[in-house]
């Protein structure tokens, strides 16, 4: 399946890209290297440098410029050749590389991989509690040999926690608790009530219930596409009310890499009221995550992709269960709109740089 | 070439599969797993849950039972779905798994990656000095990167053993020695004897023959399709009656794991009436045969199918030697009932389930 | 792009060959096997015992001849086998293997891959330098994980001098001097002369230029197909006469291995009435130069390839520079010879031997 492309997709946390060094990256099956301007600004741009396609990552980055590391060609943020130390210095026909647009927010390298036109920032999505200025945030990140399907699929139905996860996220009470699926146009909602359920010892440490007490869980699970996800983990004391319950709310941003692995990014964020008990249960969450996230969901999701090969996914046939609603709803929505864009570029382009930089 | 489906083909050691462990192996180029029900009968599955395609293997078995890792769907040995730990627990549509039948004959475990109804437990050749009843065994396993007939034609041609095996099978007298290769059906047959033959000490040693002695050697190795072997090794003192002979039965059987991969299973047996000398000389004859065939054949085999990439061996116009007599028959057998299979499956079948199952 | 087959290429160097060992190497993708016959000639030969496909190079060699290690065929320098141990030892019809014409010279073995009856020895070109009668020499050896013209193109715009290897042979003086590109036929010329240089003390030292003074340097690089390169580099202190330049002479070789790698050779050469001084400048200029094209061209090369993947060059439009003169001129060459060779293809072929070898 091809991948949307008139939309946002996390390219690198900030932390990765410092104003120093490019970072090469595959994103969209594509070669790009991420980069800051002399203004601290993201730049994306393929990878590649026109002349003799060295990548451009390898390239010497300062001031916002990046040397090609080759044959001394320089390339400012916005993909035009700004220098030529060979004989009279002419900037050569052509010497331009194609530039994403991209824009910085919540601790993230967002880059727009379609018609540069259509870029718009207020396309964003809102994460309010990641917003630096008056939220404690942490990030993480990993890649998966999985499709980025699978990983979103495998956060919309979050009773795996019991099978996958039974000494940190889990425990016996998941599987048989009600999960109800909603949608509204292109978002998906998956909400789960567990009741009497006896937490992990990292679950309820996290969130500070008495270990051996029994505790009701609500896990709720937003998603839109192309695979960006919002997760709100509410636990309470076994007949506490609602309202006493604590939150955790955490981002899942998952990019494409190749067709069958993903760039897995992910946060929390607490509000800067809380102080230093924040920051340590932000760094707790992501820390803590990283044991079942990388030692299981990662060899899973491989397994499965490589189980299914290349094929198609409804090509073989999955035998569905209810809790499948949200994952099959959100399948369904990535590959109509896939549909609807490619039906759009079969209409002539008018604008000439956007229709040549489609592949 | 495709693979002879109607056949039986080893997929495991028995002693590969404890009663408490699935084993994932690639057979005939598909995913299997293999397991105990819990009666301890040999079960043989496609590898794929049909919820989310994770390996059954990565799951827990439980008194014959496989609970996916990830969603925690129940599958028994039969292939069929007992039990969804989910909602309401009702085993959803399509969740099944097709089984293979399977066999525990010969140390080993058996099964019949073609149509079930035909699979037949008296078309299983006969190897009676395997048998446990009467027989003390001992058995080897390794994984060749060749086609399984590479590994077969090695077999089938033991003049190899002078150049491949100098210092521990060979001698300088078997090349030159006579060969004959008889057919009868499906079956081929091909004795060597060699005379004046001085040992190598493994061999010598093996057979009670003293170090430096000249002796008689005789192969009779008898292939069957798909890749099973019998070698009947016989020495006796040169000049001795040939009832006289010491004789080392072994069988070889052969299973495809990709077009250009195999399982290599062999076993050795000698009558329990020999008591610990029998255990003795099953165990030298293994654990001696390991060194040349890991170190020699295993190498050659891979750079023999490195040579021949994915072409058709034919196309290479090998030039043939007499000694190759065997060999031809047995490829040119195998060659003969692929094609059968192929027209009869361009038939209509009767039989949805079988039919369905076909590649 | 296809390979130039009527021409000669560098197989290997004459120290990988002993007299006593088969060399096994891909060239041109094809397996080649490259050893000695009993006069110490070379002989280079497919790697493909014509038998079982075992790969020669695992045989055993002497006096010139190759045993098969898997069932001791016995073949000669030409090709032809001369022994069979099996049986009444009868040699098998069509139990050649295909001997590719091959000549010592400069230090290397050729072979040509084409039509052998268009091998001449008198189309070698001429590198009086590296005649051992009159010099010393000293040569390298590379793999690359890059198309053989890749290299090329980084011999023929030694501009890379100043970003690739800025510490070592590179300065800031030279992207900005002037170069000139010449063609004679189907040969190349490229001359690069830069003054008031400051040099790198690697390349002062080996000049005999004090390290901080001033000096002009001059690079002549020639090329011819398939991937024949002559570098000379005349060095002066700034100011001096032209003919008081100390010249460094090399000659660059690159053989396709597949069409995204390739072997590269190089040598140098001083003459003998240098003595100890010359011995000792060679082995400076190759180990010195070991460590730029290992650790920077190599790295870059590899790298560019990755980039440009199994694309045509052209099909990537890249942005040329004044620089690449040369570079493109080399390839337009090398296309026109293959299409030449393509064309001629097509018109039966008179030679049956030579058109049966044709790929």
């Known amino acids: 399946?091809?991948?949307?492309?008139n939309t946002w997709y996390v390219a690198a946390l900030a932390s990765e890209?410092?104003?120093?060094t490019a970072l090469a990256r595959r994103l969209l099956d594509r070669a790009l290297v991420v980069f800051r301007d002399e203004r601290g600004e993201p730049a994306v741009l393929d990878d590649r440098c026109p002349h003799r396609f060295a990548p451009l990552s390898r390239g010497q980055l300062a001031h916002g410029v990046i040397t090609c590391r080759y044959h001394g060609l320089r390339f400012a943020a916005d993909g035009r050749c700004v220098g030529n130390p060979h004989g009279d210095g002419r900037i050569p026909a052509g010497a331009h590389v194609r530039r994403y647009p991209s824009i910085e927010r919540y601790g993230a390298i967002w880059f727009w991989p379609g018609?540069?036109?259509?870029?718009?920032?207020?396309?964003l999505p809102d994460w309010p509690f990641l917003d630096p200025a008056t939220s404690i945030t942490r990030h993480g990140y990993l890649e998966t040999a999985a499709s980025y399907m699978l990983s979103a699929e495998n956060l919309l139905d979050l009773s795996h926690f019991q099978f996958l996860h039974p000494y940190t996220l889990g425990s016996g009470e998941i599987a048989a608790s009600a999960a109800r699926t909603q949608g509204d146009g292109d978002h998906v909602h998956v909400t789960r009530e567990i009741h009497h359920e006896k937490l992990q010892s990292f679950v309820a440490d996290a969130f500070g219930i008495a270990r051996g007490a029994l505790a009701t869980r609500r896990l709720d699970v937003h998603w839109q596409p192309p695979g960006l996800l919002t997760i709100?983990?509410?636990?309470?004391p076994e007949g506490a009310a609602a309202d006493q319950a604590r939150v955790a709310r955490s981002a899942h941003w998952l990019t494409p890499r190749t067709p069958t692995s993903a760039?897995?990014?992910?946060a929390f964020g607490l509000p800067r009221t809380l102080g230093a008990l924040g920051e340590k249960l932000v760094r707790f969450a992501i820390s803590g995550l990283m044991l079942p996230f990388e030692r299981e969901d990662l060899p899973m999701l491989a397994a499965q992709q490589e189980a299914m090969g290349s094929a198609d996914f409804w090509s073989l046939n999955p035998a569905l269960l209810p809790t499948d609603a949200g994952a099959v709803r959100a399948r369904r929505i990535v590959e109509r709109l896939v549909r609807a864009e490619q039906a759009q570029r079969r209409v002539p382009c008018q604008d000439a740089p956007a229709c040549a930089a489609r592949p």
Do not use: G, K, N, T
């Not at 709100?232 to 309470?236: E, G, I, L, R, T």
């Open 1 to 5: 399946m091809p991948f949307i492309e």
């Open 17 to 20: 890209v410092p104003a120093s």
């Open 115 to 123: 018609e540069p036109a259509r870029a718009d920032a207020a396309l």
């Open 232 to 236: 709100d983990v509410a636990v309470a």
């Open 263 to 266: 760039h897995y990014f992910f």
